[in-house]
């Protein structure tokens, strides 16, 4: 998933603890959850360069027909 860009060491964990601590796994994927959401309020890969950038990452330019995100899209 584009979502793995932004919370890939969350996930993974989840994955790992599913069958021993499957509390933990759950707690992972609540916390994950809306940040995976808003993966998708924009066309991909709008979503992930903007989080990106905003970590401080060189994420280049978008190729029309995308566009940068609005500011309600962030």
């Known amino acids: 998933s584009v979502a793995a860009h932004l919370f890939g060491d969350a ?3 989840m994955i790992e603890s599913f069958e021993s601590d499957p509390k933990k796994s759950r707690a992972l994927h609540h916390a994950v959850t809306p940040g995976i959401t808003g993966c998708f309020h924009a066309p991909n890969p709008v979503p992930v ?5 905003g970590r401080g990452f060189d994420t280049g330019t978008l190729r029309l027909p995308l566009v ?7």
């Open 49 to 53: 360069k903007t989080v990106l950038s």
């Open 11 to 13: 996930l993974k964990s």
């Open 68 to 74: 940068p995100a609005s500011e309600g899209e962030k």
